[in-house]
């Protein structure tokens, strides 16, 4: 078990730029523990600048398309002192697979959501070795341990990067570098605000996030709802329909 706490730590936030997002709250709530610095991120630097005046010495913004390498591998460079490297950043659209499917962004979202994280791994893997007391964190989601018909190919997506975690936690278990999966249920973000359920507020899931990582919880569920769909999952995968109809009524 692989405690992580992050106070005195340097943390690498991707996907901070949305005003109502996780990113942002982990950077706020990583501050708040007493983070030494952290790295946010966003594809237009401008977009973080009211996080850089408000945690003024705190936080460092860097632009970072992560869909490209060439910038990943220049950033890992100038940030080479990070010793936590979240993946948050992420992209979900509304496509199927028979019916509804969309190439453009059933690419896009293999993309941002599984190959970025590896691209971003690889990266930062020779500083996160070399900087002591690191970990990875990949923010995945519950649709990646259980497929939703209206998001077919961001399912895909997202189980790729399930199963990246895992495969990276093994290779990295020589380094004692733990790597966690986030598992998020639907949150009150700007990427979820077209769908009708009940949500955890992003403040919430960072506080879970950091709670876990102390604790040396390796797969980090968020929500009411993502700690019903793990539970039941992991008892028995049929129960998780029964689940997805209680919260249904519940809203």
């Not at 501050?31 to 600048?49: E, F, M, N, W």
């Not at 936080?59 to 990070?82: F, G, K």
């Not at 996160?128 to 341990?145: C, E, F, P, W, Y």
Request: aromatic residues 6%; glycine residues 6%.
């Amino acid at each position: 078990m692989h405690k992580v706490p992050i106070k005195d730590l340097v943390v690498f936030v991707t996907g901070a730029g949305r005003k109502r997002g996780i990113g942002r709250a982990l950077v706020e709530e990583a501050i708040k523990r007493g983070a030494k610095k952290v790295y946010v991120t966003a594809r237009h630097v401008s977009q973080l600048d009211d996080l850089v005046a408000q945690f003024q010495g705190k936080v460092v913004s860097v632009e970072l398309d992560v869909t490209n390498l060439e910038q990943i591998q220049r950033v890992a460079q100038e940030a080479n002192d990070t010793q936590v490297l979240i993946n948050n950043a992420g992209v979900a659209e509304l496509s199927g697979c028979i019916h509804n499917y969309d190439e453009k962004t059933a690419r896009q979202e293999l993309e941002v959501n599984y190959f970025s994280p590896l691209h971003l791994i690889k990266a930062f893997s020779k500083n996160l070795i070399k900087n002591n007391n690191g970990a990875i964190v990949n923010v995945i989601s519950i649709a990646g341990l259980t497929p939703s018909p209206l998001h077919v190919t961001y399912s895909a997506s997202k189980a790729a990067l399930h199963s990246l975690t895992q495969a990276v936690r093994r290779e990295m278990m020589q380094y004692a570098i733990p790597v966690f999966g986030i598992y998020p249920g639907p949150i009150d973000t700007d990427m979820a605000e077209g769908i009708d359920v009940k949500k955890e507020s992003p403040a919430n899931v960072a506080i879970r996030v950091f709670d876990g990582m102390e604790q040396g919880v390796i797969d980090i569920t968020t929500d009411a709802l993502s700690d019903n769909f793990v539970s039941y999952l992991q008892k028995d995968p049929k129960a998780i329909e029964a689940v997805k109809k209680a919260f249904d009524k519940g809203n």
